[in-house]
T-cell receptor
Framework: AQSVTQLGSHVSVSEGALVLLRCNYS??????LFWYVQYPNQGLQLLLK??????LVKGINGFEAEFKKSETSFHLTKPSAHMSDAAEYFC????????FGAGTTVTVRA | NAGVTQTPKFRVLKTGQSMTLLCAQD?????MYWYRQDPGMGLRLIHY???????AKGEVPDGYNVSRLKKQNFLLGLESAAPSQTSVYFC??????????????FGDGTRLSIL
């Protein structure tokens, strides 16, 4: 069985501030983890994925995520938020079927 | 290269009506999926297909049927629409999942309202 918990349904940050989105997972097998982003009225786009090659994964648009097995976490960060980062972000774990977290909506204040 | 295309983009139905949502992908992917997205619940898998002519139930299959007669197309049907099926529906596809690191590619969604 697998599940994903995203802590915080809404995150508000100032432009230029750190973005931190939290994701914890449970999985009965070594996990394959993903972060997706969804802009308004669009489908989901892949930000990055963890496939066991490296614990720190770099994605598109300056985002990165760190896999911590001991904490069963895969938190997403970006050092400096931009207005264009306003979107909804989903963490997902793949145990032959993809299971999504409930999502975190990010708003960026000017 | 269009990727995953969903039609229609919007639709309003009356309770009891039927309709079919079409998903087409041009990436030669083996796997295709239908999800529904509801506020605060993320995406939930309705049905999926691991190849032409095959389908399987996902997490929330009741009230829906699917068909995969051609590799590039995956159809989602509502035989008798209910207000609880008001949602945004997403189709996705991925390469064959011998390893679990294959990302899914999503369409832009179909916004369906059942009155």
């Amino acid at each position: 069985a697998q599940s994903v918990t995203q802590l915080g349904s809404h995150v508000s940050v100032s432009e230029g501030a750190l973005v931190l989105l939290r994701c914890n997972y449970s999985s009965s097998v070594p996990p394959y983890l993903f972060w997706y982003v969804q802009y308004p009225n669009q489908g989901l786009q892949l930000l990055l994925k963890y496939t066991s090659a490296a614990t720190l994964v770099k994605g598109i648009n300056g985002f990165e995520a760190e896999f911590k097995k001991s904490e069963t976490s895969f938190h997403l960060t970006k050092p400096s938020a931009h207005m264009s980062d306003a979107a909804e972000y989903f963490c997902a774990v793949n145990d032959y079927k993809l299971s999504f977290g409930a999502g975190t909506t990010v708003t960026v204040r000017a | 290269n269009a990727g995953v295309t969903q039609t229609p983009k919007f639709r309003v139905l009356k309770t009891g009506q039927s309709m079919t949502l079409l998903c087409a992908q041009d990436m030669n992917h083996e796997y295709m999926y239908w999800y529904r997205q509801d506020p605060g619940m993320g995406l939930r898998l309705i049905h999926y297909s691991v190849g032409e002519g095959t389908t399987a139930k996902g997490e929330v299959p009741d009230g829906y049927n699917v068909s995969r007669l051609k590799k590039q197309n995956f159809l989602l049907g509502l035989e008798s629409a209910a207000p609880s099926q008001t949602s945004v529906y997403f189709c996705a596809s991925s390469r064959q999942g011998a390893t679990r690191n294959q990302p899914q590619h999503f369409g832009d969604g179909t916004r369906l309202s059942i009155l």
